[in-house]
């Protein structure tokens, strides 16, 4: 077992990173407070570099690390892409919203990095405690940074309301760790693997798996667990938001898929289940995201729905499901983070985030509303944006794993109608509606280079996403097929669920 | 021994549940705070019964200790909260918490039991294959810190280590938040929309 | 030992399974004797050394030299009237006084004074001492609260804030020993400081394999940080008198304030104690081997009762090491003014902290190397 062997094969982007936290750290407690933006410019430095380090990681082998607590395979590399993808969007946002912090601007960029490496480790945890601290590291950075803005009392509620329900979700999600080990008496998920098929199924395993399927599902804001959502996007700083309803979510994703897939993939009750959360997940978010009048709660609601997309794609658990899944992430982690950059333009500039504060928008500033209409057609997943293909493609998935998920198919189209609604109410504020006198819109938007470049490559990527479908289809395919679905025949499952009746 | 073993045990496990039940039946949240104290002491004693010397030991400096204190510190903060009478008399809500948390604990007896059809410690639900004597001598003689430390720095060296990341920002939040001139910290979107 | 306590009952006709649960309780009965006998020791010694340093006469009228006066003392606390006021709350205000008392209690059952006097041998000795000592913490803090008093109330949570601080620059010091020691049993650590440095003359004493040696940082900052967790002068913020009247004790008189007063004083004994054990040798001899070994080999045969006499010398030399240490505690509240609440602080976390961390490291690469045998 070398460290170094494992560092450099597995670990690298992980320890850049690292190194990195370490050196944002010290830069920011030597640094004067006007200087304080140097660890911005760090911070992006280092992210792109840690991007690059990639290079040196084999991309289509399996290699676990440091005694199997890490795996790296194609799935969770494109996965840490993404999310350090999502990461360099979200320093590049807070650039201009962390101007006005004076005194405490180093800390900001510091945590997001050190939830970012929370993130990381989570899509690759091989083992229930690294996949506990991993959760851990992300959750408590994030609701530091929830709470960022702390004179603000929408802040302060979105910070206690985000620590309060993942607290308790951890709790939960531990004790069903914790039934798990009890079972099989081991931590690493490769040993639970090559332990659990000689296990007579029984109440405790489906226990152990809703229990750990409410941990996940608080981080993606599923349904029964989606309380927090609207008052954290709300109320946290708007680059934290966006963070939050994006590289959180596909840190969950990446876990939750791997545990899924490998550990509770043989009986079927279980993705009974996801489908169950699944299309409560998308119905209420959309239903709730009608009636909305503030965007940001109106795109914390988007984002839950989105996830109960992605969570259609989990519960047929093929092959193409997943890649379909890492297809959708792709494509979702663009066009949000377009949507966020805009709102952040919107609110930075003018202090606003209501709905009705877009009218007329369109007559103002043109080019602003076309980027922000674009990302909403794709979140509504209109034809020829990449939204449009990542939806087809996993509903194809859906469609082609049998006739018993037919209705999922019914449920999730309709659902994208429903959807269509409240995405074209605000292109429709910007650009049928006029400005009555009610919004104070003045001038033109000065935008900051670094949010303007952020919406200029997400709208432009979420274009050509559309455009090259075909080959971002194949890179999630190839990743996909790095995944091994241990499910067992039709029939044994059957007699599986026979056997709880009993 | 075994005799003193099971009446140590019930002994233990007597005082635990009736100050568990105290934590939240107790009037005054002093009171609460008190009766977690020797909650948190008597779970400290049932790892004691089950050899883990270290895990008893980390268990009153952490949660006896250091948790109580904090609880004991943000009561006393809060002046008019300890005063406050805590026992809110059969709410209907009161009455659907007993039920959820009943039905909840129904289901675990239900799992654990294997459908109440074993005593618990014929149970083969879990995979708890006992050691053997030469391991539970070694235990006590020896004591479990060396295993832990041993699995820390090797099985576990990588949450260990991410471990020093996670306390790095839960301090630099805590710090963040206490911090005192940070008058800008205002989220100004909001902000404008309260002045409005 | 066991046998011939078994053995009684059995003469007696008492069930065995009442010798079982009886056999444990004797030690603590030892352990709560000797803990009167060094409270009242000390009491005694603390004024005769303060009056003696501050050139004053001190107790001289009780007894010869005023031997007797804190036994006086402590009949005047124990037949005193029990005042609580009214607004007390009075459950916790009775309790309080009973939770700072009763870890301390454990903690002198777990401190080796000789190779055998040891009334509870645990493998993670060291650690539990650490965990019950900042258990009193939470009494002393449930006491200020409960006398519903300010000054009480100040004084409760200065000590704990205080406590919390200088806890930390002391445990990470202790870990360098459990580094070198490679143990966290407290006789283990005595025995692995034994032998020297080399087998030739004069260098295999045992003083120069005291832990002292590689940790001395270590041993500053233990000593600094002990005088603070026993709250005294220059650390007796909890209780200034010029501030706060007496602290969380304000409002406890008769036998709760003397339980205050004697966990105060074992307190500082224990941690002296600790001291000696950790740093110095605990019960072994300066010297390579116990001078009653070399005196009276030759002159006592019987093994057994050579053993005894070792046993004597154990005690004896671990307590002349602890109450040096004592002395020079004493000696320091004789000279020192109070310290500032902020001053309090940013020495512990800005100081004492960074300190332990460098003596920790410096333990780590000396002990790595002497494995690697590169010294």
């Known amino acids: 077992m070398n460290l170094l062997f494992d560092i450099a094969n597995v670990l690298l982007p992980e320890a850049f990173l690292s190194?990195?936290?370490?050196?944002?750290?010290?830069?920011?407690?030597?640094?004067?407070?006007?200087?304080?933006?140097l660890v911005f410019a760090a911070a992006l430095t280092g992210l792109i570099l840690t991007l690059f380090s990639f290079i040196f990681i084999p991309f289509s082998q399996e290699n676990q690390a440091l005694y199997g607590?890490?795996?790296?395979?194609s799935f969770t590399i494109i996965f840490r892409i993404l999310i350090l993808i999502?990461?360099?969007?979200?320093?590049?946002l807070s650039r201009r919203y962390t101007s006005n912090f004076s005194n405490s601007i180093g800390e900001f960029y510091t945590l997001i990095l050190i939830a970012t490496l929370g993130g990381m480790l989570l899509t690759g945890a091989n083992d229930l405690i690294m996949l506990f601290v991993a959760i851990e590291t992300l959750s408590i950075s994030s609701f530091a940074l929830c709470g960022y803005t702390k004179l603000d009392k929408l802040s302060n509620e979105a910070a206690l309301k985000y620590l309060i329900i993942g607290a308790a979700s951890t709790a939960v999600m531990l004790y069903g760790f914790s039934f798990l080990y009890g079972i099989t008496g081991q931590t690493n998920i490769a040993d639970i693997i090559k332990v659990l098929p000689n296990y007579q199924p029984s109440i405790v395993l489906i226990l152990s798996f809703l229990f750990i399927l409410a941990g996940f599902g608080y981080k993606l804001s599923a349904v029964p667990f989606h309380v927090w959502a609207p008052d954290v996007y709300q109320g946290a700083p708007i680059p934290v938001a966006a963070y939050l309803s994006v590289v959180s979510k596909i840190a969950g994703f990446a876990a939750l898929t791997r545990f899924m897939t490998l550990i509770y993939s043989d009986i079927s009750i279980f993705t009974v289940a996801i489908a169950v959360i699944a299309v409560l997940t998308m119905t209420v978010g959309n239903l709730m995201a009608l009636g909305q009048k503030n965007i940001r709660r109106l795109m914390a609601y988007s984002s839950i729905a989105q996830a109960g997309y992605v969570l259609l794609g989990l519960s047929v658990l093929t092959i193409e499901g997943v890649s379909g899944i890492i297809f959708y992430l792709i494509a979702y982690l663009f066009m949000n983070f377009g949507t966020w950059a805009a709102i952040q333009i919107f609110a930075t500039e003018t202090g606003m985030d209501s709905i009705d504060d877009y009218n007329g928008l369109a007559y103002k500033n043109k080019y602003f509303s076309l980027c922000l209409a674009i990302c909403l057609l794709s979140l509504a997943g209109i034809p020829f944006t990449s939204g449009f293909f990542a939806k087809f493609y996993l509903f194809k998935a859906i469609a082609f794993a049998g006739l018993n998920y037919m209705p999922l198919l019914i449920i999730a189209l309709v659902n994208t109608v429903l959807g269509v609604f409240y995405y074209v109410k605000v292109i429709r504020a910007m650009y049928v509606r006029t400005n009555n006198g009610t919004a104070k819109q003045n001038g033109k938007l000065k935008i900051s280079l670094s949010l303007q470049s952020v919406l200029v490559v997400t709208v432009l990527t979420t274009l050509l996403i559309g455009v090259f479908a075909g080959s971002f289809i194949d890179i999630s395919k190839f990743a996909a097929k790095s995944i091994t679905i241990n499910k067992k025949s039709p029939v044994e499952s059957f007699s599986d669920i026979s056997s709880f009746i009993r | 021994m075994e005799v003193i073993y099971n009446l140590f045990f019930?002994?233990?496990?007597?005082?635990?549940?009736i100050s568990a039940l105290g934590v939240v039946f107790m009037p005054r949240i002093v009171y609460s705070a008190v009766s977690l104290i020797l909650a948190f002491i008597s779970v400290a004693g049932i790892f004691v019964m089950l050899n883990a010397d270290f895990l008893a030991i980390?268990?009153?400096i952490v949660y006896a200790v250091g948790i109580t204190i904090i609880l004991i510190f943000a009561i006393m903060l809060t002046g008019k909260i300890s005063e406050k009478k805590l026992w809110i008399a059969f709410a209907p809500r009161t009455l659907f918490a007993f039920a959820i948390?009943?039905?909840?604990?129904?289901?675990?007896?239900?799992?654990?039991?294997?459908?109440?059809?074993?005593?618990?410690?014929?149970?083969?639900?879990?995979?708890?294959?006992?050691?053997?004597?030469?391991?539970?001598?070694?235990l006590q003689t020896e004591g479990t810190t060396g295993?832990?430390?041993?699995?820390?720095?090797?099985k576990y060296v990588l949450p260990f280590e991410v471990l020093s990341l996670l306390l790095i920002a839960a301090m630099l939040g805590a710090i963040v938040m206490t911090k005192k001139s940070g008058d800008n910290l205002i989220n100004h979107t909001t902000k404008t929309i309260e002045e409005d | 030992m066991h046998e011939l306590y078994m053995e009684l009952f059995n003469k007696l006709g008492i069930p065995e399974i009442f010798g079982e649960i009886t056999w444990p309780i004797i030690p603590f009965v030892c352990v709560a004797a000797l803990l009167i006998i060094v409270v009242l020791f000390l009491v005694l010694m603390e004024r005769k050394v303060l009056a003696w340093l501050t050139i004053r006469k001190g107790p001289n009228r009780v007894g010869p030299f005023g031997f007797f006066q804190t036994i006086a003392d402590a009949i005047k606390l124990l037949i005193k009237e029990d005042i609580m006021s009214k607004d007390t709350n009075k459950i916790l205000f009775t309790l309080a006084p009973m939770i700072v008392f009763a870890p301390i209690m454990v903690i002198y059952g777990l401190m080796p004074f000789t190779e055998k006097f040891v009334a509870i041998n645990l493998a993670a000795g060291l650690f539990l001492v650490f965990a019950l000592s900042s258990l009193t913490t939470v009494g002393i803090v449930l006491a200020g609260w409960a006398s519903n008093n300010k000054y009480s109330l100040l004084g409760g949570m200065r000590s704990a804030a205080q406590a919390i601080s200088y806890e930390i620059p002391l445990i990470i010091s202790v870990l360098s020993i459990a580094v070198i020691s490679e143990t966290l049993n407290l006789s283990d650590i005595v025995d692995a400081q034994s032998g020297g440095i080399s087998y030739n003359i004069l260098l295999n004493w045992n003083i120069f394999s005291w832990n002292i040696w590689p940790a001395f940082i270590g041993f500053i900052v233990f000593f600094i940080c002990s005088i603070a967790e026993v709250n005294r002068i220059p650390f007796d913020l909890p209780e200034a008198e010029s501030e706060l009247v007496s602290g969380y004790n304000t409002e406890y008189s008769g036998m709760k304030f003397a339980l205050f007063f004697l966990a105060e004083y074992s307190a500082l004994f224990i941690i002296s104690v600790l001291m000696v054990t950790l740093f110095m040798g605990g019960y072994l001899s300066p010297f390579n081997g116990y001078l009653s070994n070399i005196l009276f080999q030759n002159i006592i045969h019987n093994q057994i009762i050579l053993n005894i006499f070792v046993h004597f010398e154990q005690a004896f030399w671990l307590l002349a090491k602890t109450y040096f240490v004592i002395l020079i505690i004493m000696w320091i509240r004789a000279t020192l003014p109070r310290l500032r609440a902020d001053q309090l602080m940013t020495f512990s976390w800005k100081f004492l902290l960074p300190l332990s961390l460098l003596n920790l490291t410096i333990v780590a690469i000396v002990k790595y190397l002497?494995?690697?045998?590169?010294?």
Do not use: H, W
């Open chain 1, 86 to 92: 999502g990461t360099i969007l979200t320093v590049m």
């Open chain 1, 69 to 73: 607590n890490f795996v790296s395979n």
């Open chain 2, 58 to 60: 980390t268990q009153i």
């Open chain 2, 10 to 17: 019930y002994l233990i496990s007597f005082v635990l549940i």
């Open chain 2, 147 to 154: 295993i832990i430390g041993k699995a820390l720095f090797t």
């Open chain 3, 370 to 375: 002497l494995n690697t045998g590169n010294i």
């Open chain 2, 101 to 138: 948390s009943g039905a909840f604990f129904v289901t675990i007896l239900f799992a654990i039991t294997d459908g109440f059809k074993l005593v618990a410690r014929e149970s083969n639900i879990f995979s708890a294959t006992l050691p053997s004597l030469e391991t539970i001598e070694t």
């Open chain 1, 19 to 37: 190194i990195l936290i370490i050196l944002c750290i010290i830069l920011t407690f030597v640094l004067k407070e006007e200087n304080q933006n």
